[in-house]
């Protein structure tokens, strides 16, 4: 980052309102003008060669020149340059901004593509991403505009005219603040790895959970008040032993009054045993009469199988039989045509033109013993040849012949084991014809045993005693004694409400309890927040101290006090303690940026050109150090420039 930049002179073509304007600067110029003749224009032209925006830090503004209609004119080239002396160097400036048209195909005409630009540095032509890493390398586009325009720390929230003092004047240490207030100590150890701020709002939320918890106790403690019912445990127990001993009583009519009807129990039990000893002998006598029913069922089942695997394995050789005679037709053509290469290489004969033995590089035909020799040679080479051929295809032709006859002898085995199968298969089936003509035969109607008809007797004996027996009537004793458990039941349930209330009771001193808890917690805790709000006052009383002493008109005023005693955090600037925002006027808010721009200025060790819009508005202004471009109405139809 660069330490000065000043503005030594600046031209304009074609850019808003200005057709064509040249402009030298000096320490301190006035830049006068009636409204509209393009003071501010002077600025913004400025901040668009070197941030692509206006002064008022907007990309959206028309940068050419409007017709009277207030419609772009078009064709124009805008251009904007600028000299700088940056730190006793000088470096120029140059931004060109015109439309763009591209051809519309099979046409004449031309279409608008929008706007584009180009860049020159010290006269060398750059790409948008170089010139922007050239101007970025002299000054941070944000610190420009902080040094360059009174009014822009002003305009910024808060938070962010906070945090630009803050790195000014650094922040306060959390023990410095707690040190030079004995009162804060109890902070310190919640300090240790949180920022007040962080702690403020974990406390917050701390104690608006614990208030939440606290606030729903009544209601539970109303809650299980409601359930505890006020009864006369002492009279229910007294009727609980008389409904018990009125039990016990029927119990006792109840058992002599079995003892009777043992008999029936009896004859109930042998009527059980000898229909189980029926089902078991019918079991054994079924299982004996179908046995050869399913042996013979078995034996269908298992020819049946043998028959598909025999007609599978007459398809499968079959197959295997088609196979192999399309094999052999294959090979018998295949036999023919080398039957018939044979004859064509033994009927070939050698043929030898001499016109063709001449030098192949001075064309002159070869002496009669050469060409004899290479006749000789030539044809030695066909007989070889022809020789080798022959043997190759008699050799073929062998191995074809042996194939041929081995299918044929395969063939003749698989038809051999073809009928076999077929044999068996003829066999299998007359077999499964006779199997299941007995079957469809078989007689299942066998006559019962003897032991069988005895059991079904003594069943019918027995069922005669259990229908003639009389039993002693035991319903009205069991409908007493019914009634006398519902009453038992019921009395249960409201005797089980006494140990309920007892619990119920000291559930209720447990939430009473823990409503004390919860209070002496809150208690505490929102003694931290009153400590946090003190530790912030104190730490802003400090902050401030520090941070006015920066300064040598504006003095900040760093928070301030709500109606419930609570501090509100902020940054004002404040001119003889009349805030910035509010009733301060023109001139001492010029003067206001001027002193901050001062102290950024010190602080970052740059200076850089301070455009003052209204300079006509004050009469004296700061002390600067920058260059000062002030920008003055007047009556003035044209610019007018005075250096200084």
């Excluded at 004899?372 to 020789?387: D, I, P, Q, V």
């Excluded at 499964?432 to 066998?446: G, H, P």
Aim: proline share 2%.
């Amino acid at each position: 980052m660069v330490n000065s930049i000043f503005l030594k002179s600046l031209s304009l073509k074609n850019f808003k309102g200005i057709k064509e304007q040249n402009i030298n600067f000096g320490k301190v110029t006035n830049v006068f003008g009636e409204n509209g003749t393009g003071k501010t224009t002077i600025q913004d032209s400025f901040t668009f060669l070197l941030f692509d925006k206006d002064s008022k830090d907007s990309t959206k503004f028309d940068v050419q020149p409007l017709d009277k209609d207030n419609n772009p004119i078009h064709n124009l080239e805008t251009v904007i340059e600028a000299t700088l002396d940056i730190d006793g160097k000088e470096a120029v400036l140059k931004r060109v901004y015109k439309e763009k048209y591209s051809k519309v195909r099979g046409t004449a005409k031309l279409d608008f593509k929008g706007y584009e630009s180009q860049y020159y540095a010290n006269e060398v032509p750059n790409k948008v991403n170089e010139y922007k890493a050239f101007i970025s390398e002299l000054l941070d586009e944000k610190l420009f505009k902080l040094i360059t325009n009174p009014q822009y720390f002003a305009n910024l929230p808060w938070k962010e005219r906070r945090a630009i003092i803050t790195e000014i004047v650094g922040d306060m240490d959390c023990n410095s603040v707690i040190d030079s207030k004995k009162d804060l100590e109890p902070l310190r150890k919640h300090l240790t790895d949180n920022t007040v701020d962080d702690f403020v709002k974990a406390n917050k939320s701390k104690i608006n959970k614990l208030k939440k918890d606290r606030d729903q106790i009544p209601s539970r403690i109303d809650e299980v008040s409601n359930s505890i019912q006020e009864l006369d445990f002492d009279g229910l127990d007294i009727q609980r032993r008389g409904v018990t001993a009125g039990i016990k009583n029927i119990d006792e009519q109840l058992q002599d009054k079995s003892k009777a009807n043992e008999g029936l129990f009896k004859l109930k039990t042998a009527l059980l045993e000898k229909r189980q000893e029926l089902t078991e002998v019918e079991y054994k006598f079924k299982a004996n009469a179908n046995k050869p029913k399913m042996e013979l069922e078995g034996s269908i089942r298992s020819t049946e199988t043998n028959i598909r695997h025999l007609k599978m394995t007459i398809d499968e050789l079959q197959e295997e039989i088609k196979r192999n005679q399309e094999y052999t037709e294959n090979a018998l053509l295949k036999r023919k045509d080398l039957l018939k290469a044979y004859n064509e290489i033994k009927n070939s004969k050698f043929e030898f033109n001499d016109s063709t033995c001449i030098c192949p590089t001075c064309k002159r035909k070869f002496e009669a013993s050469d060409i004899e020799a290479k006749r000789k040679e030539l044809e030695g080479n066909f007989n070889s040849n022809k020789a080798e051929k022959s043997k190759e295809n008699i050799s073929e032709g062998k191995a074809i012949a042996v194939k041929i006859e081995e299918l044929k002898n395969k063939n003749e085995s698989l038809n051999k084991k073809i009928e076999d199968e077929k044999n068996m298969l003829e066999a299998a089936q007359k077999s499964l014809e006779a199997l299941q003509d007995k079957l469809n035969n078989f007689k299942t109607d066998i006559e019962e045993p003897e032991e069988i008809k005895y059991i079904k007797q003594e069943i019918y004996n027995l069922e005669s005693q259990i229908q003639s027996y009389k039993k002693e009537d035991v319903t009205q004793l069991n409908n007493k004694k019914e009634e006398l458990q519902e009453q038992l039941r019921e009395l249960d349930k409201q005797l089980a409400f006494k140990e309920a209330n007892e619990k119920a009771k000291d559930r209720i001193k447990e939430l009473e309890e823990e409503e004390t808890k919860l209070s002496e917690k809150i208690a505490e805790l929102e003694g931290l927040e009153i400590l946090s709000e003190e530790f912030i006052r104190t730490k802003v009383e400090l902050l401030e101290e520090k941070v006015n002493s920066k300064f040598k008109y504006v003095k900040f005023k760093m928070f301030k006090n709500q109606i419930n005693g609570g501090l509100e955090e902020t940054c004002e600037p404040c001119i003889n303690g009349v805030p910035y925002s509010s009733n301060l006027n023109s001139a001492a808010k010029i003067n206001a940026g001027l002193d901050i721009i001062n102290t950024l200025c010190s602080h970052y060790g740059v200076q850089a050109p301070i455009f003052i819009d209204n300079r006509e508005s004050i009469n004296e202004i700061i002390p600067v150090e920058s260059q000062v471009i002030n920008l003055i109405v007047s009556k003035d139809k044209e610019l007018k420039v005075e250096v200084i």
